[in-house]
């Protein structure tokens, strides 16, 4: 017996059948279950027209920094579909299910997103979003009712980039004051000082002072403390980079960081310079989350420091910068240097 149709029992997801009946389909769609199949011991009934319908959407080539490729369930390139008009319309909505944009005509289970699509979608203002798969016929508005929504959170991770979360650095749970990292301290617990990491094939080497991994959270800076007055975290990499995303905060709302924060840079030559000034006053406090900010650097740089001063006094550590995820690109080129902006409010 043969079909006119290339739909089968098993392209549906379905395993186990009673009848199937031979059918000739026209271009007005009557809804008839012609197939008859069992599931669970009990019998139901389907239509041709329900393989049609989006279904489970999945994503592919989930990164930041890569356009992905949305996927679903459905059949919508048999010939018969096809002679009706049928096509799918991709949307992306917020969380609030306000549209983001949407793509039409597509006559596939699947469509891959341009840069600029992904972009939008990746700096909505939550990390939150939904992908939504919808029906339409150029002939016949039966189908406008019929579609998939599948809520999707914003991707993490980067493929073309190194991305190091502060667990990363193998930093001391403690802050070290510059007495502590003389000759003596260094000939015989190096560590105290210098840490390596490799991460995506970029290898940096750490540097620090009154800098620690504080409360298996951030990397934090407090340079505000008697015989202190100064901390810095020095990353030195094997290789240029061209961009750099950073997450920072302050520890609290009277840490009292009285001097300066500032990034400095360091060039092919071995030279240092300062980029610029870390804005302290709009930072937000641990409990808020952080601010992210990303900064290009196209000349290529090999070294990056963070370096706060604060009056030396008292007996509590103060003056706390704290900083979270920081991701470099060791691709030159725009395109290469792509990053979320959206503001995490929670840590990842």
Not at 27 to 35: A, E, I, K, Q, R
Not at 144 to 157: A, H, K, S, T
Not at 257 to 262: F, Q, T, V, W
Not at 281 to 297: D, Y
């Amino acid at each position: 017996m043969k079909l006119n149709t290339h739909v089968t029992i098993e392209s549906l997801k379905y395993y186990s059948y009673n009848n199937l009946f031979a059918f000739k389909f026209v271009n007005n769609h009557n809804h008839s279950n012609n197939f008859t199949y069992t599931s669970s011991g009990e019998t139901n009934h389907l239509c041709i027209c329900s393989s049609v319908l989006p279904t489970n959407i999945t994503i592919t080539n989930d990164y930041l920094d890569t356009v992905p490729t949305f996927k679903w369930n459905s059949l919508i390139k048999e010939k018969w579909f096809q002679s009706i008009g049928l096509h799918h319309e991709f949307s992306i909505l917020r969380y609030n299910q306000y549209e983001v944009f949407t793509i039409e005509d597509i006559y596939d289970n699947k469509v891959t997103l341009n840069s600029s699509n992904w972009g939008n979608t990746v700096n909505i203002a939550t990390p939150y979003y939904y992908a939504y798969v919808g029906l339409a016929s150029d002939v016949d508005p039966y189908w406008d009712d019929y579609y998939c929504l599948q809520l999707f959170r914003e991707p993490n991770r980067y493929l073309n980039k190194s991305s190091f979360l502060p667990s990363n650095w193998g930093l001391a749970a403690r802050y070290y004051f510059s007495n502590e990292l003389d000759s003596y301290y260094l000939s015989t617990e190096p560590e105290r000082r210098y840490t390596t990491a490799t991460i995506n094939g970029l290898t940096i080497t750490t540097d620090r002072l009154r800098c620690g991994y504080i409360e298996q959270s951030y990397v934090v800076l407090s340079p505000r403390i008697e015989n202190a007055g100064r901390a810095y975290f020095e990353m030195n990499f094997d290789t240029a980079v061209y961009s750099f995303m950073y997450r920072a905060c302050m520890w609290s709302s009277s840490e009292n960081l009285d001097g300066i924060a500032i990034i400095q840079i360091k060039n092919s030559s071995g030279v240092w310079a300062t980029l610029k000034h870390i804005p302290i006053s709009s930072l937000p406090t641990k409990e808020n989350g952080v601010a992210q900010f990303v900064q290009q650097t196209p000349q290529g740089i090999y070294g990056l420091r963070f370096e706060t001063t604060a009056t030396a006094t008292g007996t509590s550590d103060k003056g706390r910068l704290c900083l979270d995820d920081i991701v470099f690109s060791t691709q030159s080129g725009i395109l290469n240097n792509f990053y979320t902006n959206f503001d995490y409010s929670t840590k990842n």
